[in-house]
């Protein structure tokens, strides 16, 4: 165990600059909220004085003060009344560099600690003005000047700000990448890619900002779009790595190459479907795992020498902290393969099939004249999910760089013992965060891949199988059940692997209890999303017109009967319960399952929903907005079922 170091004794010192410390703040912020406190808004008033000081201590101070008290959620509508975005814009030209670097990391974690609304709301109060400003300063040709490594330069870490903040308010929305073309910031910015020049630090920054820039933006990417700027990505792209910065610049440039080729890289010049596929299998065939139990080794052997925690560094964490650098490598490795797995992803559905579905949603179930007469009882109707077709050039790329393979490796939880060591690091919980981002994400890429391509390049009829249940034990998992986001990602894949294995009238289920269901029956009805909810009700549904196939009805179809009725009549989301009237419609379509139609009376209980679901459609009509044909469908088939089926029964 170490010593316990006895505490030095301070003497109180003098606030050179009168501003409360950002605890008072919080305290003041917490009392106003609680009681009504006026004093807040007069220290915020004082802040705002000091912001417009004469003084360039109080300037600067006022500006440090305003990076840390916007980490406090509570303080940013403050803020924000009193004006403080539009009085610390212009301090971001000051003739003083500190108080230049002071106003651009405060109005940085402005953007990052408010979020997509904060950013909107700063746009709006004209921060981008000052903002083009500053970054054209850069634009003639700057470079920075070499110092020591211990040592920031100023003028660079003033643009590595401002090019965090410009691609914080681009992600936002429209307007910021507006302005970005309107004001010509493309030339400031590209040149920064010369990591021989600028450092990966700078490069990986402006790559950020790019890849989010250039995603359908045709003023950009048409400039963009050429042999010698290709050609330069590519090179990045190939380019061997030796750190994990490196590695997540490797895949920023993949995802600019992807952007600014329109989504077509089948079709792009060059063919660069080869080097840019094969690039993205190489930043996911880095063992993960091994780098968080490598970064936890190391957390465990520091502590055994200065006996305290990593995690627990006090005010000073950022700076003492002996491995930021290492977690830092974390960071990007898991940046690097998230990205990596979004643009796998985009790559399963060109411009041409969204358009298709965009079509689909809005003409094929948007009238009743697309239903001219009863409900169609035919084979093959039970179809619930047209599969993706994905390009033969992205197909071949993925079976030759086994990228299905690489991306299910990124979707099973940590063991437990890794999962408690991040845990109880300050660093570690937004690696968890990080990892639960990335399964995430590689879980959604599953369920387009599994969709577009073909059978015999998943490993035929058994692996998807296997694909199948292992999603099938993630999802009853604790850690999954706990995590709306992982749990829409996990059925997500499910809903595609039990239509893959639909496709090819798999017989695996049948012999299925209602006891391996149970799990989707319950998050169907108990879990607050809608969408989770939803594709729980497409794989039962699936699995139901599965065992409708067979001679004999099977016995589990009355399970499944039983529950569409109950979601038909109780979901709150309309759109739902429409989900749920079609998967009837699907399951219980044909003939020889009447049987069973009678034995739960089906349409008995259907008939006394009608009208319900009349009244509720006029209620909300002016609410339902994209899921109204889809909803009025459902209803009008509805009535044609029921007519349909009174006379078979």
């Known amino acids: 165990m170490g010593k316990n170091k006895r505490k030095k004794s301070k003497t109180a010192r003098i606030n050179p600059t009168g501003l409360p410390s950002v605890q008072e703040f919080e305290a003041e912020i917490d009392a106003e909220l609680a009681g009504g406190d006026d004093h807040v808004g007069s220290s915020i008033s004082s802040l705002v004085e000091k912001l417009q000081s004469t003084s360039v201590e109080d300037r600067e101070c006022a500006c440090s003060t305003i990076a840390n008290l916007v980490t406090q959620p509570k303080a940013i509508p403050l803020l924000l009344q009193n004006g403080v975005v539009r009085i610390i814009g212009p301090l971001m030209l000051d003739k003083s560099a500190t108080v230049r670097q002071g106003a651009v990391g405060a109005l940085r974690n402005f953007s990052v600690d408010g979020g997509h609304d904060i950013c909107e709301t700063m746009i709006e109060q004209d921060i981008l003005t000052p903002l083009t400003v500053l970054l054209k300063e850069y634009g003639n040709g700057w470079v920075p000047a070499k110092s020591d490594a211990k040592k920031k330069d100023l003028q660079t870490d003033i ?38 020049v600028y450092g990966y630090t700078l490069a990986v920054a402006v790559a950020h900002c790019l890849h989010t820039v250039t995603e359908d933006n045709p003023d950009v990417s048409s400039v963009l779009n050429t042999d010698a700027t290709l050609s330069a990505l590519l090179d990045v792209v190939r380019c061997p790595h030796e750190t994990m910065e490196q590695l997540l610049f490797k895949t920023l440039a993949a995802g600019i190459v992807y952007n600014i080729s329109s989504g077509r890289l089948n079709t792009a010049a060059g063919g660069l479907v080869t080097p840019v596929v094969g690039s993205l299998a190489q930043v996911l065939a880095v063992n993960t795992v091994q780098h968080l139990e490598d970064l936890t080794e190391k957390w465990r052997h520091v502590e055994n020498e200065n006996g305290a925690s990593c995690g627990d560094q006090g005010a000073n964490h950022h700076t003492d902290d002996p491995l930021l650098p290492e977690c830092d490598e974390v960071g990007h490795l898991l940046s690097a393969q998230r990205l990596a797995v979004e643009i796998i992803t985009n790559l399963c559905c060109s411009e041409d099939e969204t358009e298709d579905w965009e079509d689909m949603d809005s003409s094929d179930t948007s009238s009743e004249e697309q239903f001219p007469g009863d409900v169609q009882m035919e084979e093959g109707e039970t179809n619930i999910l047209s599969p993706l077709c994905l390009p033969s050039e992205i197909h071949g790329a993925f079976v ?16 437990h013992e890794l999962y408690q060591s991040l845990e109880s690091h300050k660093k570690g919980k937004s690696i968890i965060k990080g990892v639960q981002t990335l399964q995430c994400r590689a879980l959604l890429c599953i369920s387009n891949m599994v969709s577009g391509m073909d059978p015999d390049a998943l490993g035929g009829v058994g692996n998807i199988h296997e694909i199948w249940t292992n999603l099938s034990q993630l999802g009853l998992s604790q850690q999954c059940l706990q995590n709306v986001d992982l749990l829409e990602a996990v059925t997500s894949a499910m809903r595609s692997s039990i239509q893959k294995l639909a496709e090819l009238n798999s017989s695996k289920f049948s012999e299925v209890a209602p006891s391996d269901l149970q799990f989707l029956f319950e998050i169907g009805q108990q879990c607050s999303h809608a969408h989770v909810r939803a594709n729980s009700l497409r794989i039962i549904s699936t699995i139901g017109c599965l065992l409708a196939k067979q001679e004999v009805p099977h016995p589990v179809l009355k399970t499944i009967g039983l529950y569409l009725i109950e979601v038909s009549s109780k979901d709150t989301e309309l ?25 739960i009376e089906m349409v008995e209980k259907l008939r006394n929903l009608s009208p319900m679901l009349k009244s509720k459609i006029h209620q909300q009509k002016k609410i339902l907005g994209e899921h109204f044909p889809i909803i009025t469908t459902a209803r009008t088939n509805l009535l044609r079922f029921i007519k349909y089926k009174s006379q078979q029964v």
Do not use: M, Y
């Not at 030759?400 to 063991?415: G, Q, R, S, Y």
């Open 159 to 196: 643009f590595l700000q401002a090019i965090h903040l410009l691609w914080n308010l681009c992600e936002s929305g429209g307007v910021a990448v507006s302005r970005f073309n309107k004001d010509g910031l493309l030339s400031v910015v590209l040149p920064c890619l010369d990591t021989s």
């Open 400 to 415: 030759e760089n086994n990228v299905v393979a690489k991306v299910l490796d990124k979707t099973p939880f940590l063991n």
């Open 575 to 599: 759109w739902v319960v429409a989900e749920a009237l079609d998967a009837i419609f699907d399951v219980f379509a044909e003939d020889h399952i009447d049987p069973i139609v009678r034995e």
